[in-house]
């Protein structure tokens, strides 16, 4: 018969991990960039028909029909004349009028 000895636990303290760096939240405050449509597609082109006020609201619809959801993204260029050189900016522009 073997036998086994118990001894006493120590507590280790706990060890504080890193804060690691997340992804960049979404910006709030500025122009909705993107919209989400459910459509028809063939070799040539993208035919969006019902928009959807969310992106989960198109996955869920994807889901449901297994079809792809499109987003669609309005983007503007800017020229930046500050540092006396020309350096293109891209912007968000809101795309709902």
């Known amino acids: 018969m073997s036998t086994a000895t118990v001894s ?3 507590e280790v303290p706990a060890v504080e991990k890193p804060s690691r760096r997340g992804r960049k939240p979404h910006e709030k405050e500025g122009p909705q960039v993107a919209r989400f449509f ?3 597609a063939d070799d040539e082109s993208i035919s969006l028909q019902r928009e959807f006020k969310s992106e989960a609201e198109a ?3 994807s ?6 959801y499109y987003t669609v ?5 800017v020229a930046d004349l500050s540092n006396g050189s ?4 891209k ?7």
Do not use: C, F, H, Y
């Open 73 to 77: 993204e309005s983007w503007k260029a």
């Open 63 to 68: 889901l449901k029909l297994d079809r792809p």
């Open 8 to 10: 006493n636990l120590v």
């Open 86 to 89: 020309i350096a293109i900016e």
């Open 59 to 61: 996955q869920l619809e």
């Open 38 to 40: 459910m459509g028809d």
């Open 91 to 97: 912007r968000a522009v809101s795309s709902r009028t």
